[in-house]
């Protein structure tokens, strides 16, 4: 019962919801939305942009991993170059996934565009879960304008779970805005 109201409140839109912005300096502002009960944290990398990871409460196996980046001048940004890059990123999980092959997915991004490829570790089907040994995995980018993108992760235990759907929707809630 707890497990189904647990699964419940992570399904339904996050009410009460917090939403977390970040300063970006000159750069401006990010904002994520973070699910009820999710935690938040952010770490500076050097002069390079910021690590972003939500956390869920401690009895759901999931966490969300973005490394913002700031995008050097001139950069090419076209939605073509970013799939291509998720393709590279992806290989490594290719040959021990139950899936085999990569399939791009959309990121569903209020500004930009996004994609991801998910995978299923073939080693952990059919186990019980276990904390911090994720089942599934995706990896993608998001391409939020010309000053920033984002490397994301999203690890869990089951694609069509609550926590993968939180997950989705914090993505989707991201936004780069002008400086306030």
């Known amino acids: 019962m707890k497990r189904t109201l647990l699964a419940l409140a992570l399904a339904l839109p996050p009410l009460g919801a917090s939403a977390e912005t970040l300063d970006l300096g000159a750069r401006g502002t990010f904002t994520i939305g973070v699910p009820r009960g999710w935690t938040y944290s952010a770490t ?3 002069d ?8 869920p409460p401690p009895e759901v196996n999931a966490r969300l991993l973005m490394n913002l980046v700031f995008v050097p001048p001139g950069e090419p940004a076209s939605k073509e170059d970013l799939q291509d890059k998720v393709l590279t990123i992806s290989d490594q999980f290719v040959g021990a996934s139950v ?5 791009l997915r959309d990121f569903a991004v209020s500004s930009g565009y996004g994609a991801y490829c998910l995978f299923t570790d073939a ?3 059919g186990q019980p879960p276990k904390k911090d040994s994720f089942k599934v995995i995706a990896v993608g980018m998001i391409r939020f304008n010309d000053e920033l993108a984002a490397a994301v992760s ?4 089951d694609e069509k779970g609550p ?13 780069a805005g002008p400086r306030k």
């Not at 390079?48 to 956390?55: F, H, N």
């Not at 926590?163 to 936004?175: E, W």
């Open 163 to 175: 926590d993968f759907a939180a997950m989705l929707k914090a993505v989707a809630s991201a936004t």
């Open 44 to 46: 500076k990398e050097e």
């Open 99 to 103: 899936e085999k092959k990569k399939v």
């Open 123 to 125: 080693s952990l089907v």
């Open 48 to 55: 390079t942009g910021y690590a972003i990871v939500l956390t």
């Open 154 to 157: 999203l690890v869990t235990d």
